[in-house]
């Protein structure tokens, strides 16, 4: 006989760990108590069989739970104690523990939710311990109904018997609801889906926000969403039913399904059939993927259900369905998310022509993740609804920090012990709206997690909000330069200390100089950053148009090889371009950049490739869309004095047969010419290990080139996988890079 006091920490609150060590202690026929607390789960257990107990503690965790670390320690043993008992959750102190991400629908659910006698039958707002919503309704820990949006639906007789029975999966289940006792939607599934069929546009709401939905097929649908949302060109992504219907549309490996089927259900990046069925072209105008998406809420089966013509049980989700749905932020102009129902009715006004809305409030915005496979590894593209708050673990425990990342695709990180919380994706910060979604989102996590920064880190830039931001909270500020940033949030979550070299290729960061970086070898250690090389620099005429028009940047390449007459005749249709040509011969208005990213647009714009884009990093996807074998042309780049020149392949794209032969010989060359640069400077240092990071390596062509180069040569490439590549990370970096000038808890 022994007894054990064990304390469990990680994500255990919201998944079912208590009902799961209920169960262990009643199959080992042990005594004892579980409650939740602010550390994570604390328990007690009492008997002969308290070793196997623990063993299986972990070995059996329920399936959406993530245990970092069970301490056990020997109790006095209480000889008069019987049964095993649940208690209520303790508060006060500290929190040390987490809330778990949103899942998508379990399978028992949707069992449930397919089943004719089932009283929770396509009820769209069931769930249980293994499933729905979690991080977007929490407004604190511990993780209780109270501290929930579900505090106003008081638990029906039915539900309550089941919240209170250990043996159910619903046992402490904090948003269970049924139809009797729960929120209840605006408009029932066959209207909505008639609106969808009929080519209206539909808001829906979800578990992060609204969604626009509307008919994928439908040419008109489509086009009249993108007008109205004032997108641009920027790809749309759908909604399908299951893997099978997605595999009509697109190539799926086996890791890409899983991603796609995962709990998370994120949007995944694949790659398109030529041979699917017609959606409208206007989805994904020009690019070679398409965002795909699995339904995640049970408003979303239903919908599906529905078209598929209410069948009893769940065969009918392993064959491919026909109906695929457009599903889009609901955010016009480029504002976050709409989340409540009359910020809804208002800010959607002249875009929705349905709004269904349901009365379980959303307490915290969360656009959905984008994901796709690169270099044989998941990454992320956008991290938010389904992976945040997951922390990622830190190779120590640092001081608690705050960092509130760039101006562009903005996120906040805050570190706790040997963890690191990024947030969901802010947006880019340069709108009101989107200034205050930066201050709720610091207000939010700090409280939820109950971290009391001792600093604040933030990008070199003075002129950014979110460094203005910073500079207002009052706390010891740090500045990080950015690419410095973008390799430390790559050794962060890689959990890698000790001096780096690392790669930065970007679009723009301001410069330790000054200047406009974005193609930087740069050596990190903690703190310390020292600029190794970098890419020759190209003038942008204009500024920062330049990034929005690549012909600009074609124009400057050809002066840079000394065809600047050529200018005018080849641009004149797309702009000024003898003003342009004045600019760059002066050096008015056209700074110089080493920008990675303002390579690509050159040779956007010398190939025809979207001389003019719609969207950022629109011409470089298309021209990454072309790719059909990467080439390499031999003696076009330069090598001197840390600087890589690029200028030779340039004037080879300008003899391209057409844009895809130039798209194959621009990143082939590009990978190689990377490596002639970065090579030697490895060798000479006796490093075997190179960081890559930046938005350009959210290429696929690129990211996979220089993993395989690297590889060939011996070295060990990483790449982000927890964090964004591109500025979706900075934060991340800067608040690593902050913790290393900060003393060591």
């Not at 760990?17 to 202690?25: D, E």
């Not at 120590?396 to 805050?414: D, Q, S, Y």
């Not at 979110?466 to 009052?474: I, K, V, W, Y």
């Not at 008015?588 to 025809?608: E, H, K, M, V, Y």
């Amino acid at each position: 006989m022994e007894r054990l006091r064990v304390r469990v920490r990680g994500r255990v609150q919201g998944v079912g760990f208590r009902p799961h060590v209920h169960a262990l202690a009643r199959r080992f026929g042990l005594t004892g108590w579980v409650l939740n607390d602010t550390d994570g789960v604390l328990l007690e257990v009492q008997g002969e069989a308290a070793a196997a107990f623990l063993a299986a503690l972990s070995a059996e965790a329920p399936p959406l739970s993530r245990i970092d670390r069970v301490e056990a320690s020997p109790r006095p043993v209480e000889p008069e104690e019987s049964g095993f008992a649940i208690r209520h959750s303790e508060s006060g102190g500290p929190v040390a523990t987490g809330i778990g991400p949103d899942a998508a629908v379990c399978p028992a659910c949707l069992a449930e939710l397919f089943d004719p006698s089932d009283r929770r039958y396509r009820y769209p707002f069931l769930n249980c311990t293994h499933c729905g919503p979690r991080y977007t309704i929490t407004r604190r820990l511990p993780y209780d109904r109270p501290q929930t949006a579900m505090a106003r639906f008081p638990l029906c007789p039915a539900c309550a018997a089941e919240y209170a029975d250990p043996s159910d999966r619903r046992f402490h289940a904090q948003p269970t609801a049924c139809p009797v006792c729960g929120p209840r939607l605006s408009h029932p599934p066959d209207a909505i889906l008639a609106a969808l069929l009929a080519g209206r546009i539909v808001a829906i709401k979800g578990l992060g926000g609204f969604h626009l939905a509307c008919d994928a097929a439908r040419t008109d649908a489509v086009e009249r969403l993108r007008r109205v949302k004032q997108r641009n060109d920027k790809p749309f992504a759908v909604m399908v039913a299951n893997a099978a219907s997605a595999e009509r549309l697109v190539h799926l490996d086996p890791d890409e399904r899983r991603l796609l089927e995962g709990v998370a259900r994120p949007i995944v990046l694949l790659r398109r059939r030529g041979d699917g069925p017609a959606l409208a072209p206007d989805i994904a105008p020009g690019l070679a993927w398409l965002g795909v998406m699995l339904p995640y809420t049970p408003i979303h089966y239903l919908l599906f259900h529905e078209a598929a013509g209410r069948p009893d049980g769940v065969a009918w989700l392993e064959r491919a369905q026909p109906l695929t749905l457009v599903m889009t932020s609901a955010n016009p102009g480029g504002e976050p998310l709409a989340i409540g129902n009359e910020e809804a009715r208002r800010r959607l006004d002249g875009i929705a022509d349905l709004i269904v809305d349901h009365d379980r409030d959303i307490l915290i915005r969360a656009d959905d993740s984008v994901v796709r496979k690169l270099a044989g590894a998941p990454a992320f593209l956008r991290r938010g609804r389904g992976h945040v708050p997951e922390p990622i673990r830190l190779a120590r425990r640092v001081p608690p920090l705050l960092a509130v990342g760039g101006h562009l695709k903005a996120t906040i990180c805050l570190i706790r012990g040997d963890e690191a919380f990024l947030s969901q994706h802010i947006g880019d910060l340069d709108n009101p709206a989107t200034l205050d979604f930066l201050e709720e989102t610091v207000a939010h996590l700090t409280h939820v997690l109950g971290v009391e920064p001792v600093a604040v880190a933030h990008d070199l830039h003075p002129d950014f909000h979110s460094t203005r931001f910073a500079l207002a909270t009052g706390l010891p500020a740090v500045p990080v330069q950015h690419h410095h940033a973008h390799v430390a949030a790559v050794l962060a979550e890689h959990r890698v200390e000790g001096p780096a070299l690392g790669l930065a290729l970007d679009g723009f960061g301001l410069g330790a100089d000054g200047g406009s970086w974005g193609g930087e070898m740069l050596l990190v250690e903690g703190a310390r950053m020292e600029r190794l090389g970098h890419l020759a620099p190209l003038a942008q005429p204009g500024g920062d148009l330049a990034a929005r028009q690549p012909w600009r940047m074609a124009a400057a390449a050809l002066a840079r090889l000394g065809r600047g007459d050529e200018i005018v005749p080849r641009f004149a249709s797309h702009g000024p371009a003898e003003g342009v040509r004045r600019m760059i011969e002066a050096g008015l208005n056209a700074p110089p950049t080493s920008s990675c990213g303002r390579w690509f647009d050159a040779a956007c714009g010398l190939l025809g490739v979207r001389p003019v884009a719609g969207f950022e990093g629109e011409a470089p996807m298309t021209l990454e869309s072309l790719v059909r074998r990467p080439r390499v042309a031999d003696g076009t780049w330069r090598v001197e004095g840390g600087r890589l020149d690029l200028s030779p392949l340039m004037e080879r794209l300008l003899s391209a047969a057409d844009a895809a032969e130039g798209a194959d010989l621009f990143h082939g060359t590009l990978v190689a010419a990377l490596l002639d640069w970065t090579l030697p400077v490895l060798a000479e240092r006796r490093m075997g290990r190179v960081v890559l990071s930046g938005g350009c390596l959210m290429n696929g062509v690129l990211a996979e080139g220089l993993v395989a180069g690297f590889a060939a040569a011996g070295v060990e490439a990483l790449l982000p996988r927890l964090a964004p590549a591109n500025d979706g990370g900075l934060s991340l970096g800067q608040a690593w890079v902050a913790c290393a000038s900060l003393p060591t808890e």
